[in-house]
């Protein structure tokens, strides 16, 4: 080899190559099928998607990926969320966990994967149904669902953050719900608002203690999964407080709890003028009847009954004067009467654990 070739090949080593795109790591603990799919269907359908997946990621060893999965606590039928995702990706070293299901009801297929990324800590789901397929068809849409995810594998991954900053928590979107709505939220000891409520909370366990006039306060411990979700709690009727309440309102209503010396000296003043004018008016109506009754009877002046000198009685307008000044009087008596202010009267309507409980009183 002379100078010239050596020249040149060192030329060809020290040139710039162009680097290859590298896939991300990726491992998948194989696919979950229930009672309709035959276990060599599930076989082959495990087989087409570590090869649909190879073309996206670096996918790992089929066996390491078991003993990851069994020594983080889970198999491949449990590992199904964050808790196994965590422990495997770090075992492996692993960027991408795939998981799925292959369901078989009816003749109608579905096929359904989920790609958890630990750059991120975010879940994706997609599924496809297949109906009255063949075993090479589902094949396929093992195949479609890979490629309905190629999107996230595509994804670069996150600078990395340095040391000194502190990696926030992923959080999950949390709505909290209570019937009947308005109570008071604390999360965690915190006070956040009042139901309903739309929060973002990391995973795992969380306590909300709920208040609500009229209602028992309640302490109640919950869980934040991988997707939003909604949270809901009853509320329970505080029976206790609402009967005392309505013993204390009818306390208060009955007689002599609040006396009014004024008021009640005015209610006997208008009941003695009703009775005056009642009594009255009785009197009136019954002269004014025995004067229209008297209307054209005879009699004599001188007690000895002789018809000589007659006197007949003309009765009739005084008697109806009578009866109407009568009747206007009872009337006017009654009406007072109905209409006299009555001390201590009141209303009271109050839950009970039954529903509600209402009184009236009012004194006479």
Known sequence: ???????????????????????PSGVTPGLRADAGVTPAARKRFDQKLRVALEAHVDLQDGAATEKAVTAAGFTAQTCVDSACFAKVAAATKARFIVTGEVTNADEIYRVSL????????????????????????????????????????????PAPVAATTPKAAPTVETTLVTDPPGAEVKVDGKAVGQTPVKLQLTRGDHEVSLSKAGFLPETRKFTVGDRAATQEFLLQLDAKAAEAAAAVAQSESAPGAQPAPADEGGAR????????????????????????????????????????????????????AAIAVGAASVGAGITLFTASPAQGSAAVIAPTAGGAQASFSTRF
């Open 114 to 157: 989920t790609v958890w990324d630990a750059a991120t800590e975010t879940v994706k789901d997609a599924s496809r149904d297949c109906e009255l397929c063949a075993t090479e068809e589902v094949e396929k849409s093992v195949g479609e669902v890979v490629g309905a995810l190629k999107a996230e594998f595509a994804k670069p991954a």
């Open 269 to 320: 003043g208008h009941r003695g003028l009703a009775i005056g004018l009642t009594v009255g008016g009785a009197v009136a109506l019954g002269v004014g009847g025995y004067l229209i009754n008297l209307e054209g009877q005879v009699t004599c002046t001188d007690g000895r009954g002789r018809t000589e000198c007659p006197k007949v009685y003309n009765t009739k307008w005084p008697g109806a």
């Open 1 to 23: 080899m002379n100078a010239k070739h050596l020249l040149a090949l060192s030329l060809i080593v020290a040139a710039p190559t162009p680097a290859l795109a590298s896939k």
